[in-house]
């Protein structure tokens, strides 16, 4: 846990940049977070610009902690999803970092972020062992944790399950695409979750994505053995994320 009280998140996605400081002793923001939309194209110097608009917005003036919808490995984006291409080489940290003054900056996965803040305020936060955040959006993002300690960019959403990567077997966009009813999506949702399971073991699984709010629906009708419960910081958790990490030191 943080000793030194607050810090400031940023969690930018394929519509918008958003950010807020937060209290470290609670994972609450401290006021309502700031959201500015993803410039379209989302290139590198378009998105550093509108996150250095954001920082000043909120009169910010120590380090940030950023999440990206990219595999991040030394603070370079290693992919991209839902922006811009031209990401994909760019040392983001560097990028950021001058963008905002050359103060001190972390940048890292977006799922990997959501997976820090809900293993640490979320509903697995009295559990040790390993633990599988799962977010069900456009794709499957993952994050793995083991006492609390990241694993960072896991990309579970791409293991193949009979020649076909998981997210599209079992992502939320997939229900909606193929008008999936709940109970046909949790058949799909469970075939990846057997085989995730069966390759490592955690010990719980945390459902998150815009359809976690809609768990009553579909986690009971799960028929994988792990206990698999919803996440509970919801659109909050990239930021909560950021902020720890940069708290933290953290640099995948």
């Known amino acids: 846990m943080s000793t030194r009280g607050h810090a400031f998140g940023i969690d ?104 820090l803040a809900e293993d640490c305020y979320g509903t697995a936060r009295d559990l040790h062992g390993l633990t599988l955040l799962l977010t069900f959006g456009t794709g499957i993002g993952s994050a793995l944790l083991y006492n609390g300690v990241l694993v960072p960019n896991s990309e579970l959403g791409h293991l193949k399950i009979e020649g076909v990567d998981a997210e599209d077997l079992a992502a939320a966009s997939v229900k909606d695409n193929e008008d999936l009813t709940y109970p046909e999506w949790a058949q799909r949702v469970s075939r990846v979750l057997r085989h995730i399971e069966d390759l490592f073991w955690p010990k719980v699984i945390v459902a998150g994505g815009g359809i976690s709010r809609d768990h009553e629906q579909w986690i009971p009708l799960l028929t994988n053995r792990t206990p698999v419960i919803p996440a509970v910081l919801k659109n909050t958790a990239g930021i909560v994320g950021a902020a720890m990490a940069i708290d933290a030191g953290l640099a995948p």
């Open 12 to 115: 930018i996605g394929g519509s918008g940049v958003k950010g807020a400081e937060v209290d470290l002793a609670t994972g609450l923001l401290t006021h309502e977070r700031i959201k500015i939309p993803t410039p379209q194209p989302s290139t590198p110097d378009a998105v550093a610009g509108a996150v250095a608009e954001l920082v000043a917005q909120a009169g910010w003036e120590g380090p940030v902690g950023i999440t990206m919808p990219c595999v991040v490995l030394d603070g370079h984006a290693r992919t991209a999803a839902n922006i811009d291409q031209a990401w994909i080489g760019t040392d983001a940290r560097a990028l950021f970092a001058k963008a905002l003054g050359g103060r001190e900056v972390t940048v890292l996965n977006d799922a990997d972020a959501a997976g």
